[in-house]
Structures are given as C-alpha cells and as structure tokens.
C-alpha cells in the first residue's frame, strides 16, 4: 500500500506564490509518475503537472509560464507562481507504482487565492 500525503496550500493574493510538496511512501515503494490535479469548486478534476521516473515533464496549458513540477525521488514539489483567483481549489498529488501502475492519490490540499 501507498500512502500520499501534500502540504504547502493555504491563502495567498493574486500574483503570488506558493510551493506544494507530495510524498508517496510504503513499504518496499517504487514510484514511476507523479503528478497534480487541480479541482476548482464546481468543477471536474483537471491534471495539471505531471513527472515522469526520468523527470519528463507535461503541464496543462492555462498553467505553462507559471507552474513548475520537479521531483527529488518520492517526492514531487509544484511552485506556482502568477497566481490567479482561478488557481483557486483542491489540489491533488498523484503517484503511480512502477510494477503495477496503480494510481494512488492523496486526500488534497486547499489553496485559495484572492483576487
């Protein structure tokens, strides 16, 4: 079993910054991806950043320029700078195992921004 854990949200003002940290950790873990979905409120979940074992990097197009994913072995950071009102919503860390690519997520963490 994986357990994934994010910290770093909070309220912040439009243009700010903050950073997310996520990590997977379990017995005997190998992690291949990671990644960030954002929820705003009312909205489906939407992938934002994701890294790949070898450090590849996808982002989703409204968070490009802005956004940055990097990765340090079981755990995945998002700094988010510029940010928006829209940023606004849970965010959820992802890690996928290597043997079975199982998805697990965490339980999400809060970030608020005002305008």
């Known amino acids: 079993q994986v357990q994934v854990v994010e910290s770093g949200g909070g309220l912040v003002q439009a243009g700010g910054s903050l950073r997310l940290s996520c990590t997977a950790s379990?017995?005997?873990?190998?992690?291949?991806?990671m990644g960030w979905d954002h929820q705003a409120p009312g909205k489906q979940r939407e992938l934002v950043a994701s890294?790949?074992?070898?450090?590849g990097t996808t982002y989703h197009d409204s968070v490009k320029g802005r956004f940055t994913i990097s990765r340090d072995k079981n755990t995945v950071y998002l700094q988010m700078n510029s940010l928006k009102p829209e940023d606004t919503g849970n965010y959820y860390c992802?890690?996928?195992?290597?043997?079975?690519?199982?998805?697990?997520w965490g339980k999400g963490t809060l970030v608020t921004v005002s305008s």
């Open positions: 992802s890690a996928t195992s290597s043997l079975r690519f199982i998805k697990y």
């Open positions: 379990g017995r005997s873990v190998s992690i291949n991806a």
């Open positions: 890294i790949s074992y070898g450090s």
